[in-house]
């Protein structure tokens, strides 16, 4: 069996994939360029999987993704080969959901203003701040991430709303409802958390329309994909105070161009794409590509299957 992976491989890495398949060729390859008749399985990040790459490995039966968004990957493609699509989904639950916590407290207890104040050597103790206690997060993308953040929040005394595609009740939240539902939960919410994956149904989601419908003086954090905002209607929605605060992660154009507004609101926390980061990720994410390796060629039986007509 000839596996390829786009990763630099560590040599107790080989070890553990030829303890599962004995005579596994595994392969780091810098490109897909180069044809290559034999390769089965593909371990990888994405951006370099295209469609004429593809053409270039005939038995290629499986990608395992070492992320979570498989946006940038070629899915009508891989649909059209029957090639198996999976992703890293869960190796991103304890830093996102840490870095969600920490973007919540940030807005709550107006963390930006006093690193501002700290710059300028101000002290002024008269910023009013506020209590997480009693007040009510919608989770939109009720998925992993979102039972782990609903978790925490419960613990702070928060009431937690899920916005899910089935809509279907779960114990980590108060209430949940399917997008039928999100005008009205949104009216009641004092801080939104997106977690939408990136299809084409969610391009533009959070529009004008739902920022009117969020209770004024919300706060919004996007930790998602950039796409899934509409930035101007996000950048009118802050200057209008509709939106109190933001915390963005990521943004439609990454890295932020330096003339973005968002750089220079007050009432904005950005960081750059980091809310995944953690030194733990790729020991995660290989632990999920072994899991899967052990039950090939079994398709139905790997985790974390993507569903090509869908997205995720």
């Known amino acids: 069996m000839r596996i390829l992976s786009t990763l630099p491989i560590k040599e107790e890495r080989r070890a553990a994939v030829q303890n599962i398949v004995k005579d596994a060729e595994y392969v780091y390859v810098r490109e897909l360029n180069v044809p290559d008749e034999k ?3 593909l371990v990888t990040f994405g951006p370099e999987v295209t469609a004429e790459n593809l053409a270039r490995f005939p038995r290629l039966r499986w990608i395992q993704a070492m992320s979570a968004g498989v946006d940038n990957y070629p899915l009508p493609a891989l649909a059209e080969r029957g090639i198996t699509l999976t992703n890293a989904r869960g190796a991103h639950q304890i830093q996102m959901t840490e870095h969600i916590m920490w973007s919540i407290l940030t807005l709550f207890r107006q963390a930006q203003v006093f690193m501002r104040q700290q710059e300028k050597k101000v002290w002024d103790s008269a910023v009013m701040l506020e209590e997480l206690y009693a007040k009510t997060v919608c989770i939109v993308g009720a998925g992993r991430i979102g039972e782990a953040v609903a978790e925490k929040c419960r613990a702070f ?8 595609h089935s809509g279907a009740s779960h114990p980590a939240y108060d209430r949940v409802g399917n997008l039928a539902a999100l005008e009205d939960f949104l009216a009641m919410t004092d801080v939104v958390v997106v977690l939408l994956p990136l299809t ?6 959070f529009n004008a329309q739902r920022f009117r419908a969020m209770k004024k003086g919300s706060y919004f954090i996007n930790v998602a994909r950039g796409p899934v905002v509409d930035e101007p209607a996000l950048l009118a929605a802050l200057r ?3 939106v109190g605060a933001a915390a963005l992660d990521v943004f439609r154009q990454e890295p932020l161009p330096a003339e973005s507004p968002f ?5 904005v926390v ?6 995944g980061r953690s030194p733990h990720y790729n020991q995660r994410t290989f632990a999920i590509f072994l899991k ?3 039950v090939y060629p079994e398709f139905g039986r790997m985790v974390n299957r993507i569903d090509l007509s869908k997205g995720y």
């Open 263 to 267: 750089w220079t609101l007050p009432n």
């Open 270 to 275: 950005v960081t750059p794409h980091i809310g």
């Open 39 to 41: 390769a089965e399985i």
């Open 240 to 242: 209008e105070g509709r």
């Open 292 to 294: 899967n390796l052990s």
């Open 157 to 164: 005394g928060m009431t937690v709303l899920g916005i899910s």
């Open 200 to 205: 084409p149904v969610t391009v533009g989601f």
